[in-house]
Structures are given as structure tokens and as C-alpha cells.
């Protein structure tokens, strides 16, 4: 997607039909010969639950830093909320690690230019993590509170390419 927006959109689109094909086929379990999709079936549900382990964490430190603000409860923080002490500082080398990697790999053909964006994209995983942990979020209270038997419908969004006439 070329816009925030449209990228929302796909991520939400994406995350209904994951939840949708979950629900739908939770019987898997229960058939020897679909043995092979139950790792694809225990992934997304783990994806589920760690979107909403993340949601419960952040609104849990929102609230107890707002009742420590407010003088109800002594909040000693010993550690950072984010990143989480050293393993922050781990998850950013190894994504500058892999990007001076792919650059170094794609030097031959792509522009030298890409560079410049060395530096930021550290800062992919934690915005790439959030909005999908959001759209898990919303798609799963969307499912839950929409008529029986109706699904996500496909629309094709606007790629933003238009040709000259």
C-alpha cells in the first residue's frame, strides 16, 4: 500500500479473513489428515493471543503510571517500558543487521540511494508490530458483533496508479 490509510485497510482486511478462516475451519483439530495446516492453524491463534497479551500489557501501564500519578498506588519503575531493557537494543541490530545485509545483497541492482534509510529502520518492527496488533485487535470485535453467517468482503482498493488518456 502507498498510504497509511490503504495500508490500515489491508491489514485489517487481512486480520478479519485470518479470524474468519479460524473460526471456520477450527475442526482441524479434530482430522487426522489435516494434520499439516495445524501449525498454520496454532500460529495465527498464538498471533491472536499475543495482540491482545500486548493490549492487555499496555493499558495495564497506563493505568497503573495514572493511579501512581494520582497518588494511589507507589509505582517504583525499575525498568523502561520500552525497549525492554537490553533486548530492545538486540531486536535494533539485528534489523539494521539484516538491512545492511539485503543492501549489500541488492547493491548490484538497486540504487545506492537506499542508504539513507538505514538508520530508521529500526524503527519497523515496533510500528509494523503495533499496527497489526491494532487491526488483530479491532477485526476480532468486528467479527464478534456482526450478524452470523456474514463475511469480510473483498473490495480492491485504489492503488493510486493512474494511466494517461
Given amino acids: 500500500p502507498e498510504t497509511m490509510k490503504g495500508l490500515w485497510r489491508q491489514r485489517l482486511r487481512w486480520s478479519q479473513g485470518g479470524i474468519e478462516v479460524v473460526r471456520k475451519h477450527g475442526d482441524i483439530w479434530t482430522q487426522w489428515r489435516q494434520r499439516r495446516l495445524w501449525p498454520i492453524h496454532f500460529e495465527y491463534i498464538i498471533s491472536i493471543v499475543w495482540a491482545f497479551s500486548l493490549g492487555f500489557l499496555i493499558v495495564s501501564w497506563a493505568v497503573a503510571s495514572a493511579l501512581s500519578a494520582l497518588g494511589f498506588i507507589d509505582l517504583t519503575v525499575t525498568q523502561p517500558f520500552i525497549p525492554p531493557a537490553w533486548t530492545g537494543s538486540i531486536l535494533a541490530l539485528v534489523c539494521m543487521f539484516q538491512l545492511a545485509t539485503s543492501l549489500h545483497i541488492d547493491s548490484r541492482y538497486e540504487d545506492k540511494s ?19 496488533a491494532v487491526a488483530v485487535f479491532v477485526s ?23 494511466t494517461l488518456q
Avoid at 468486528?142 to 473490495?155: T, Y
Fill in 140 to 162: 476480532v470485535f468486528k467479527i464478534l458483533l456482526r450478524k452470523k453467517g456474514v463475511s469480510v468482503k473483498w473490495q480492491s482498493p485504489d492503488r493510486g496508479i493512474h
Fill in 114 to 132: 537506499l542508504m539513507k534509510y538505514y538508520f530508521w529502520v529500526i524503527w519497523y518492527p515496533f510500528f509494523y508490530w503495533g499496527i497489526n
